[in-house]
């Protein structure tokens, strides 16, 4: 069984960054998805970043693409966060969450394609 573990989230002002990370234990990665996502208050559940463990290729969020970067440590099994130039409207709980296996680029925006979930960990950006 897999277990994800967020951390590094907090309160930050505009402008400023934060770096979340996704631990993960019960599996070391390979061809996995890990993705994170984010749900602001009264929205929905929206994607932000993945990568493939295996080759490191990543997608972004368009609302995020330029002041977000997702990485992957292997020696770690960790997935970084690295959020720069925040804005209020990033506020909002992240989650980390990985595919139970590899998951074609245009299905990685899906929540369902997620079998393992992070409790999640709150950002808020303060204007």
């Known amino acids: 069984q897999v277990q994800l573990v967020e951390s590094g989230g907090g309160l930050v002002q505009a402008g400023g960054s934060l770096r979340l990370s996704c631990a993960a234990s019960?599996?070391?990665?390979?061809?996995?998805?890990v993705g994170w996502f984010r749900r602001a208050p009264g929205k929905e559940r929206e994607f932000v970043a993945a990568?493939?463990?295996?080759?490191?290729?990543?997608d972004y969020a368009d609302s995020v693409k330029g002041r977000f970067t997702i990485s992957r440590d292997n020696a770690k099994n960790t997935v970084d966060l690295q959020m720069n130039s925040l804005k209020p409207e990033d506020t909002a709980v992240y989650y980390c969450?990985?595919?139970?296996?590899?998951?074609?680029?245009?299905?990685?925006?899906?929540?369902?394609?997620?079998?393992?979930w992070g409790q999640g960990t709150q950002v808020t950006v303060s204007s």
């Open positions: 969450a990985a595919t139970m296996g590899r998951v074609p680029i245009t299905a990685w925006r899906r929540p369902s394609e997620y079998h393992y």
């Open positions: 019960g599996r070391t990665f390979s061809s996995e998805i």
């Open positions: 990568i493939r463990w295996s080759i490191g290729s990543t």
